[in-house]
């Protein structure tokens, strides 16, 4: 029992010691983070505007260890990486997803740090082999981090009552239930895109440089290499 408890600590180090290079991509200079300025005058002013968990960490950092919004920001990415080396349980995976880990520094990591942090909690928990109990516990955790996980839980936990037969590519619930999905997928987005040019996330509208497009083969590859 010991010798494996040893043995997956240094598994689990390992695995942190390869994704510490990432660190580079996340924080990246703050003049090209849309975000940066928002979350800067949330953290240095003490504004309760985000998700509770969010603050709550954000404050203790500030308030008992002194820190500066970068030096806040560098832990949070750290704290970041941390869990992400419990996601990827082996080094092949680390290795498959490094190419989309990287492309989603950017415009994932190193400005929507809230989503992504809660997002990596999330997959932790959709990862683990933890009890049940544990697993929820920590799908609550996530979703105050950020409210956009509530989301991802309520999909993992009605996917567990789906009928299979939903999901069988020669019946035609699959086929229908598809087409409700991809409808209701654009007809969110171009709502959502309406809606938040008329808020302080103007930024994120399809017309601005910070949503330009990607290749088409990026993408695939990003599909790909997330359901694997």
């Known amino acids: 029992m010991?010798?494996?408890?040893?043995?997956?600590?240094?598994?689990?180090?390992?695995?942190?010691?390869?994704?510490?290079?990432?660190?580079?991509?996340?924080?990246?200079?703050?003049?090209?983070?849309?975000?940066?300025?928002?979350?800067?005058?949330?953290y240095d002013e003490s504004y309760w505007r985000y998700?509770?968990?969010?603050?709550?960490?954000?404050?203790?950092?500030?308030?008992?260890?002194d820190l500066s919004y970068d030096q806040f920001l560098f832990t949070f990415l750290a704290f970041t990486l941390l869990i992400l080396a419990g996601v990827y349980k082996k080094g092949i995976y680390i290795v498959l997803a490094y190419p989309v880990l990287i492309s989603l520094s950017q415009h994932f990591f190193g400005t929507q740090i809230r989503f992504a942090f809660a997002s990596s909690i999330f997959l932790l928990a959709l990862t683990s082999d933890l009890k049940t109990k544990n697993k929820l516990i920590l799908y609550v955790v996530s979703c105050l981090f950020h409210y956009g996980i509530f989301f991802g839980v309520?999909?993992?936990?009605?996917?567990?009552?789906?009928?299979?037969?939903?999901?069988?590519?020669?019946?035609?619930?699959?086929?229908?239930?598809?087409?409700?999905?991809?409808?209701?997928?654009l007809f969110s987005a171009n709502v959502v895109d309406y809606v938040i040019g008329y808020t302080r996330f103007a930024y994120y509208t399809v017309d601005s440089d910070y949503m330009a497009s990607r290749s088409v083969i990026s993408i695939i590859y990003l599909v790909v290499m997330t359901i694997y």
Do not use: C, G
Request: hydrophobic share 55%; no cysteine.
């Open 51 to 65: 998700d509770i968990l969010y603050v709550a960490f954000s404050q203790l950092l500030k308030n008992f260890f």
């Open 154 to 185: 309520i999909a993992v936990l009605v996917s567990k009552n789906i009928n299979h037969k939903y999901l069988m590519f020669k019946s035609y619930y699959f086929w229908l239930s598809l087409l409700i999905l991809i409808f209701l997928f």
């Open 2 to 42: 010991l010798r494996k408890k040893i043995f997956n600590l240094v598994n689990y180090n390992v695995r942190l010691y390869f994704l510490v290079p990432l660190l580079y991509f996340f924080y990246f200079p703050f003049e090209f983070n849309l975000d940066y300025l928002s979350y800067k005058i949330n």
